[in-house]
């Protein structure tokens, strides 16, 4: 079971589309449109993102966003035997949005089911052979409803890039996606692990409890045994908590960030940087500890703190260190976010000081748009 893509809902596509080629580096890579609502298409490495947007008011984009800020609303699954999958899916009772449908080919098929997850998440599971990921994603996109018109890039489809991203050399650097973060409300965390097991087949990994002076989360990872899928699973466990502020912005559960794998990231944040892409602030206190434990070169640290990146390592394996940073909220409201990370010399899991270090990184975020107080202490 792996990511094949992620599925946003956006006010615009084509502007949206805009910002992940100029800011990100992204290729566009498909465009089109059925009657009420418009799609776009753009991929770095193997990753991809859907973008869709309303035409029309009778777009489910429209009714979606009349309820809830842009965000992620599906993350599609790619297995290799959809009706094993489906099978046990259906005998745990969960709700099932689309049918299996299938789209048959003269070298191949793709099929397909999109299920209910966690609030107004849905996770399509598809199965294809065959046929190019292209064909398939063209097909897929009648997800949103026939007809529908899809017009993929002619420089796609003959291998090249586009003119509008010959420059975007992050797209060589950007290359898969890490994990991705589902944020659920207090008292959920538990139904939601439950979930993600029984359904899907996720096992839990790391837990983690970050507790500041003002507020704090509960955090479960969660791991697909067969592909290494990592979904962390979030609840707040204080009302200021800034989990609490994405709930009640977003108005439920859902995806808070998603990671994206990268095999430089020095040079993929300078990169992004340059591209006017915003990323949290790091106080300069952090890394006088974390310096003592992570042995890199003078030069290496100097444009670690200079790009503000977080850096931890494992006790079992020290050179294996665990670098990240994390984009400030990409849309108005302060919900969804992109992590950079770079997994270096196999680092596993997640490290509870770089964990720490982001809680606190977005409490100060928190404290500039006054959803935060400090406690005074009593005299």
Request: with cysteine; glycine share 6%; aromatic share 8%.
């Amino acid at each position: 079971m792996k990511i094949d893509l992620v599925h946003f809902y956006v006010e615009d596509a084509i502007a949206s589309r805009d910002w992940f080629i100029e800011r990100m580096g992204f290729q566009p890579w498909a465009s089109g449109a059925s009657h009420h609502t418009r799609t776009t298409i753009v991929k770095s490495g193997a990753i991809y993102i859907v973008l869709s947007s309303p035409i029309t008011k009778d777009s489910p984009v429209a009714e979606f966003l009349r309820l809830h800020p842009p965000g992620v609303v599906d993350i599609a699954f790619l297995v290799s035997d959809l009706a094993v999958v489906m099978e046990r899916i259906v005998k745990k009772g969960v709700k099932i949005l689309e049918t299996i449908q299938e789209r048959s080919f003269s070298k191949g098929y793709v099929k397909w089911s999109k299920i209910a997850a966690w609030g107004t998440l849905s996770h399509t599971i598809l199965e294809r052979q065959g046929i190019s990921k292209l064909w398939a994603i063209s097909t897929q996109l009648n997800w949103i409803e026939e007809p529908f018109t899809l017009e993929v890039y002619p420089d796609v489809i003959k291998g090249k890039r586009s003119p509008a991203s010959e420059n975007n050399n992050i797209a060589t650097l950007v290359n898969s996606i890490d994990h991705v973060v589902l944020n659920v409300a207090a008292g959920d965390l538990g139904q939601a692990v439950e979930w993600y097991r029984d359904v899907l087949g996720f096992q839990p990994q790391q837990m983690f409890t970050i507790q500041t002076e003002t507020s704090g989360l509960g955090s479960q990872v969660m791991i697909h045994p067969d592909s290494g899928v990592q979904i962390p699973i979030n609840e707040p466990t204080s009302p200021n908590s800034q989990i609490q502020e994405f709930l009640d912005v977003n108005r439920g559960a859902g995806i808070q960030h998603i990671a994206l794998a990268t095999d430089n990231i020095i040079a993929a944040i300078a990169q992004l940087r340059h591209r006017g892409l915003s990323f949290i602030e790091v106080s300069p206190s952090y890394y006088a500890g974390v310096k003592q434990r992570c042995n890199l070169s003078v030069t290496e640290w100097e444009k670690i703190i200079a790009h503000k990146i977080l850096v931890d390592s494992q006790d079992d394996s020290p050179e294996s260190l665990l670098l990240q940073t994390f984009t400030q909220p990409i849309f108005k409201q302060p919900t969804f976010f992109f992590e950079i990370i770079e997994r270096r010399l196999g680092a596993k899991g997640f490290g509870e000081g770089n964990f720490r270090a982001l809680f606190e990184a977005i409490e100060r975020e928190q404290l500039k748009r006054g959803k935060l107080k400090l406690k005074i202490p009593k005299n």
